[in-house]
C-alpha cells in the first residue's frame, strides 16, 4: 500500500447555502439563492493523503467562509449571476494560495420568480413553483504554478429536471424490427421528457469571460429547447426524440457564438394508451384518450452536439 500513488485529487466543501439580497434605493429588492460546491486541488496536497500532513490543507470550513465573504463584499453584478460568482470565487482560491493549482467552483440555483399582481411585478416579493434547476461550473487552472500570473478558465453551464409534454405532433415509425420487437409503429403520440441540457463557452481569459451575457445564454437556450418541442416542424417531419434533441442543440449554437458544444439527456417519459377494449371501448391510435404513464423502464437518449471543426473558434 506504501506504494500506491495519489493519481488524481480534489477536495472542499459542497451544499453551501448562501442567500444574497441586493436592495436599492428606490425599494426594489433582488436576490440570489445557490448552493455552492468548492473543490481545491495541487501536487502539493498529496502529503494530506499518504502522510497525513496537513499544513497545506486549507480547511473545508475556511473554504465555506469564503463564500460568504465573497458574496458581501463583491460588487452585486458579480453575484447574481451564477457564472460570475463561480468565476469570482475560482479565482480568488487559485491567486490566494500559492499551492492551489486548481479552483473548481459548481453553482446550482432554482430561481425565485417575482410575484406579479395585475401588470405589476412586487418590488421585494418571491415564489418558486416546479421549475427546473440551473447550474453552472468553473474551472480556473494556473498554467505555471504557483504563479497566478496566467489562468485557464473554462466554464459549463445548464438545467435539468424541464419537464415537458406534448399530446399530439410526435412519431415514432419505421424503425429497425427483427424477432425481438414488439412495439407498434406510433404515428402520433403522447410525448414527454425531463431535459438536462448543458453548454460549454468558447474557452477565454476570465476578463472575456465575464463580459458574457450569461443570463441571455441560460434564457435563449430554455427558449429554443421549448420552441423545438413544440413548434418545430423538422421535429414532427423526422419522427425520433433524437432529431428533436439535434434540433434544439442546434439552435442553440446558431444563436450564441461564445457557446462551443451543447449536451442534452432526454429520458423518454412513455404514456402508453390503455387498452379498454375488453369493455368493448376503443382507445388506441387515433382513438386514444385514456393514458397510462410507465415511469419505469423509460427511453433514455443523449448527444454532444458541436461546430464543425471549421467553425470552431
Known amino acids: 500500500m506504501e506504494n500506491s500513488i495519489v493519481k488524481s485529487q480534489a477536495y472542499g466543501k459542497d451544499r453551501v447555502r448562501v442567500v444574497r439580497v441586493v436592495r436599492h434605493q428606490d425599494g426594489w429588492q433582488e436576490i440570489a439563492d445557490y448552493w455552492v460546491r468548492c473543490l481545491l486541488s495541487g501536487d502539493q496536497f498529496e502529503t494530506s493523503y499518504t502522510k497525513g500532513d496537513n499544513k497545506l490543507v486549507v480547511a473545508t470550513d475556511s473554504q465555506k467562509n469564503t463564500v460568504y465573504y465573497l458574496a458581501k463584499t463583491l460588487p452585486a453584478e458579480k453575484v447574481m449571476v451564477p457564472e460570475v460568482f463561480a468565476a469570482e470565487v475560482a479565482s480568488f482560491m487559485v491567486k490566494k494560495y500559492a499551492h492551489v493549482t486548481t479552483c473548481q467552483v459548481k453553482v446550482t440555483t432554482k430561481p425565485w420568480e417575482r410575484m406579479k399582481f395585475g401588470d405589476k411585478a412586487h418590488a421585494h416579493s418571491f415564489y418558486r413553483e416546479g421549475k427546473e434547476t440551473r447550474w453552472t461550473e468553473a474551472v480556473i487552472t494556473k498554467t505555471s504554478p504557483p504563479s497566478a500570473a496566467s489562468l485557464t478558465t473554462t466554464i459549463n453551464s445548464g438545467f435539468f429536471d424541464l419537464e415537458v409534454l406534448k399530446t399530439t405532433n410526435s412519431a415514432f415509425v419505421d424503425f429497425w424490427r427483427d424477432e425481438l420487437t414488439t412495439l407498434p409503429d406510433m404515428p402520433d403520440r403522447l410525448l414527454s421528457t425531463k431535459v438536462l441540457c448543458q453548454w460549454k463557452f468558447v474557452p477565454q481569459t476570465i476578463e472575456a469571460l465575464q463580459a458574457i451575457d450569461f443570463n441571455a445564454a ?55 394508451p390503455f387498452d379498454l377494449s375488453k369493455f368493448g371501448l376503443k382507445n388506441t391510435q387515433t382513438d386514444a384518450e385514456v393514458y397510462m404513464p410507465i415511469a419505469d423502464p423509460s427511453g433514455f437518449i443523449t448527444a454532444t452536439i458541436s461546430r464543425p471543426a471549421k467553425g470552431k473558434f
Request: glycine residues 2%; without cysteine.
Open 218 to 272: 441560460y434564457d435563449g437556450a430554455k427558449r429554443n429547447t421549448l420552441d423545438a418541442f413544440a413548434n418545430d416542424p423538422r421535429a414532427w417531419v423526422h419522427a425520433s426524440v433524437q432529431t428533436t434533441l439535434y434540433i434544439m442543440a442546434d439552435r442553440i449554437l446558431n444563436d450564441f457564438a461564445h457557446v462551443d458544444d451543447v449536451y442534452y439527456a432526454l429520458p423518454n417519459i412513455h404514456y402508453f
